[in-house]
Every structure is written in structure tokens, then in C-alpha cells.
């Protein structure tokens, strides 16, 4: 068992057992505090306990909680992710530094985890990027960050991608992108799901239907078609007809049987039939660079690699100290004492620590690649759902939940507004300042159109066909103006849905935001409870649309 004693940035670390097996009793003073999501943090104390290294592991509620505590100095770093650096710069008072990188095997010297580019037959004879217009399009998958975010904001950027106006009725922020792209190129093959939401996904394909017609299954259209990631993009282009593949460089080389890496040993390619000399990639300038020559690739847009990110107090000598302990804390678990809860933590041979230099601001580390141009890449038409809270401290999370999605890339943004209920109900049923609210009652006044559900332990399969129904007498719902826009609707229960299937219980990003459970106030250790939803909510449902 261990004894964790924290007080003014210093910790001590009593190990009176490894794993449970009997041990001399070690003290380490922990010079540093390590931030992680609580469900960890037992896991945390005990690897770094065992391992000797002299940190202390702190609890945070999720990991926007943990970004707080290293701003306000009750932790001094956490592992994030680019978009948790996209969240980190705007947040008030924030002077947060990225000192690690976690890199990859394969390529464990690249300045990015991976870079976007554009793949193109080297006889199409391409001039500019004018050349695309009409041209068919094969793409790892809707949402991707190769495949999609990073074509959808250089494309824009360049002039040639042009999203429909504020005068094309309410098109929401996700059906702005697939029109222009459906106008940009003559056919596609972008699989995956449009929406979280089953009948809005089945809407905008049937809409937008060329954008799945270079599919292996257009009829489907899903994220596990033949043509679908980075490999099945190149496949889409060579072996489909396509025209030009937006995917990156280490499937361009693999496929290709190129070195992985400059100097490397090449394997054998993945479609030995193809020769790396027919294709080129194509450049934002309008050029074609050889891929099988040597020649760096033209990257338009990269994204970060996952970093270890403290605070402004990390320079000098105390950075350099921080970063031999995590490197020590990784080469302890990814040799013969590996196990599963060093690998929750991020800690495995896959993805080894390699320590900056020069510290960086995450502004400064995410422009580089031109990332935060890839996230706000919705330009001057951006709507937004202007939800309605409550209370103050509804107004807290709902500030957290928006920085979180808007990062996340859910869409439309997110813009909290605070009144009381009924004002609350009065704004959204005139629909001048706000056009959603989440009560906890039924209103007669407004129409409820997305539902909180529990687990089968909280709730029988009778309420939760009650509430798809609309009877959410006993469950938070997301309520609109009874003669909303039916497109405005769409959008606001796609974004409701899209939080869910991304913050909700067991989602791969609950340790990110959690949208449900108990929520950490600014500057308060202590938690509040059922903040616009009720805490032992496990997800969101879409209610018909005739109720």
C-alpha cells in the first residue's frame, strides 16, 4: 500500500509494498505533480511509487479539470492532446509550455505525428490547384483530420472551396462543407458517418450523394468500406479511378514499398502492380513533387504530435529535471515491467517520449502545423446554437462543454447564455437571443427534441421508449421553439448527439470532458451536481420529430 502526503508542490511517496508483494519501506520525495483523469490516479501513485521516479500522481475530474490545476498550479503537467492545446491557449491567464512530444516507432525523429498531403497521377499533368475543380475525390473518411479537416480549411483558404452563403438558407456548419466539396468535385468517395444521428446521416447522403458515388458500397457509405482510411484512399485512386487521394505520407510510402523513413530499409509494397513512378504528390502551388525519388513531400497541413504540457513555471533546470523523470517513469514500464495500467496512463514502447529542446507555447506548437487554422476552419459563415442555462454554475459547464466540442470538431459551435428558467423558455420560444435550452420539466411552451438516457440499472426499457417518444417528464431534455426551422433542428440535435457519442459514459473522449457526472467549479474543490444534466445520465437520444 502507499501513503501520498501533497502539500506546496512537494510530496512524499511511502512504498511499503511493489504490486502488492511484501518490500522494504522506500521514502521518495516527489518534486512533481503529474495530472490525471481519477479513475487513474490509484494506478498512477502505484507505478510511479514502484518505479522510484519522484512524482506524485494528482486526481482530476477529466482533462479540461486537469488543465485548470496546471494553470492554477495544484498540478504541474498532464499528457494532451493538439485539441486539448487548442483549448489550453484560449483558456484566461494560461501560460502553458509543451516539453515532451510522444513520437512514434516508425518514425520517432518526424516533427509531426503524421502529415497531410494530396496524391495525384503524374500524367494528369496538374498546373495549380485550380486542376481539382471537377476532378474525383477520394478521401480517408468524413471528420478524418487528412481526409477532411485539413482539405476542407486549405481548400477554403485557397479560394477554391466555397461554402454556401448566409443567404442559402439554414444549412448548418457540416452540410456548408459536404455542398462545397459536392460542387468542387465531380464524384467521391467520402465514407463514414455525416451524423450521429441515423436519419440525418441518411438525409445528407441522399442530398449529397455524389460524395459517396467513388465508394466500394455507395448505398453504405460507411466508415469500413474498401476505400475508406489512409491505405483505401491510395486504393481509391489507383485501382478506382480516382483522381487525387487526400491521405499521408507513411500509407503513400508503405503502399508503394518506399522506405518509411529517409535512408530506411523499404518492405515490400502493398500493391506490388503499382509503380511509385506514375504518381506525384501535388502542392499547394500548383506543383507535383516525385514520390519515389527521395524528394520531400509538399505537406499542406500536419497534425501535432500527443505532448506532456506544463505550466509557465517549468524553465530552466527545473524543465530538464521533469523531463529525465518522465523519460525514467516511461523506459521502467516499457521494458519487462510493462503491464495494462502503465498503458492506460500512455505509457508503451509504441509511442516513446522525446524531449523538446525549446519549451513552446501551445499557440506556437499547434500553428506550426497549421492546426488551429484546420479546427476554426468554418470561416465567416459559422452559426452557432445559442443554448440557455440557468445558473452560474450551469454557466461553467456549459463554457467547459463548449471549448471541449467546439476543439473536438463538433459543430455548430456551442454559445452559453445565462437567465433564468423562464426567461430561459420566453428567449428560446421568441427565438431572438437563444434557440435551445435543457430543462429538467416539461414545458408546454417548447418541444423537446433530445433526450438524456440511463443504464439499464437506473432506468427500465419502458422510460427510455417513453422518452424517444417525448415523454421526458423525469429526464433532462434539450427543448426548441415549437416552429423551429426544421433545418435548424437538424443541426441542434446532430451537435446534441455528436456530444454524446463523444463525451458521454464510455466514450473514447470521457476522460476529455465529462458531459455527465459530477463537475469541478473554477476555483472550487468541491463538486456540483446535476449541471444541466442529471449525473447518472449515460447518453443522449434524438426524440421524434412529431411530437
Request: proline share 5%; glycine share 8%; charged share 25%.
Amino acid at each position: 500500500m502507499e501513503l501520498l502526503v501533497a502539500s506546496l508542490g512537494l510530496a512524499v511517496v511511502l512504498v511499503v509494498g511493489a504490486f502488492g508483494a511484501p518490500a522494504a519501506d522506500v521514502e521518495v520525495a516527489a518534486a512533481y505533480r503529474w495530472c490525471v483523469p481519477e479513475e487513474l490516479r490509484s494506478n498512477c501513485s502505484r507505478l510511479t511509487s514502484v518505479a522510484g521516479v519522484r512524482i506524485a500522481c494528482v486526481g482530476g475530474v477529466d482533462r479540461m479539470d486537469c488543465l485548470r490545476k496546471v494553470r492554477n498550479r495544484e498540478a504541474d503537467y498532464l499528457m494532451a492532446d493538439p485539441e486539448d492545446l487548442y483549448v489550453a491557449m484560449h483558456m484566461e491567464n494560461q501560460d502553458f509550455l509543451v516539453f515532451a512530444e510522444q513520437r512514434s516507432l516508425e518514425e520517432p525523429t518526424a516533427p509531426f505525428r503524421y502529415e497531410g498531403i494530396m496524391l495525384v497521377r503524374a500524367a494528369d499533368g496538374f498546373q495549380s490547384l485550380a486542376d481539382l475543380r471537377g476532378k474525383k475525390s477520394c478521401h480517408t473518411g468524413f471528420g478524418r483530420n487528412v481526409g477532411y479537416k485539413i482539405p476542407v480549411a486549405r481548400l477554403q483558404r485557397a479560394g477554391l472551396l466555397k461554402l454556401p452563403g448566409a443567404n442559402d438558407g439554414e444549412l448548418s456548419s457540416v452540410e456548408r462543407e459536404l455542398s462545397a466539396l459536392s460542387e468542387l468535385f465531380s464524384a467521391s468517395c467520402l465514407p463514414g458517418s455525416y451524423s450521429p444521428h441515423a436519419d440525418i446521416d441518411r438525409l445528407l447522403k441522399q442530398r449529397y450523394a455524389s460524395l459517396c458515388q467513388r465508394c466500394d458500397a455507395p448505398e453504405q457509405c460507411g466508415k469500413q468500406d474498401k476505400y475508406a482510411g489512409y491505405e483505401g484512399a491510395i486504393r481509391c485512386l489507383v485501382e478506382n479511378g480516382g483522381d487525387v487521394a487526400f491521405t499521408k505520407t507513411i500509407f503513400v510510402r508503405k503502399y508503394f514499398g518506399l522506405p518509411v523513413t529517409p535512408g530506411g530499409t523499404a518492405k515490400p509494397a502493398l500493391n506490388p502492380a503499382a509503380r511509385p513512378e506514375d504518381f506525384a504528390y501535388l502542392c499547394e502551388d500548383g506543383t507535383t513533387r516525385p514520390i519515389a525519388d527521395g524528394t520531400p513531400a509538399c505537406s499542406w497541413a500536419q497534425r501535432p504530435w500527443q505532448v506532456l504540457l506544463g505550466n509557465g513555471d517549468l524553465r530552466g533546470d527545473g524543465a530538464r529535471e521533469l523531463q529525465t523523470l518522465t523519460q525514467q517513469l516511461e523506459r521502467y514500464y516499457t521494458g519487462a515491467n510493462s503491464e495494462p495500467a502503465a498503458v492506460s496512463l500512455r505509457i508503451n514502447s509504441a509511442t516513446p517520449l522525446a524531449n523538446r529542446e525549446q519549451l513552446v507555447s501551445p499557440g506556437d506548437y499547434l500553428n506550426k502545423a497549421n492546426y488551429v487554422e484546420v479546427i476554426e476552419r468554418e470561416g465567416s459563415y459559422r452559426s452557432t446554437i445559442r443554448l440557455c442555462v440557468t445558473s452560474e454554475s450551469e454557466r461553467q459547464k456549459c463554457e467547459q462543454m463548449r471549448q471541449a466540442a467546439y476543439s473536438r470538431d463538433i459543430r455548430p459551435a456551442f454559445r452559453c447564455l445565462l437567465k433564468t428558467e423562464e426567461a430561459c423558455i420566453a428567449a428560446v420560444r421568441s427565438g431572438e437571443e437563444v434557440n435551445a435550452v435543457v430543462l429538467k420539466k416539461h414545458s408546454s411552451q417548447l418541444k423537446p427534441i433530445v433526450s438524456e438516457v440511463y443504464s439499464d440499472g437506473s432506468a427500465n426499457n419502458n422510460d427510455i421508449k417513453q422518452a424517444s417518444q417525448g415523454d421526458t417528464s423525469t429526464r433532462a431534455a434539450v427543448h426548441v421553439r415549437p416552429d423551429e426551422d426544421e433545418a435548424v433542428q437538424d443541426s441542434i440535435v446532430h451537435a446534441f448527439i455528436a456530444l454524446s457519442e463523444t463525451f458521454g459514459v464510455g466514450k473514447g473522449n470521457a476522460q476529455v470532458f465529462r458531459l455527465f457526472g459530477p463537475f469541478r467549479l473554477p476555483n472550487q474543490e468541491e463538486l456540483a451536481r446535476n449541471l444541466i444534466f442529471h449525473d447518472n445520465a449515460i447518453g443522449l437520444i434524438a426524440l421524434g420529430k412529431n411530437l
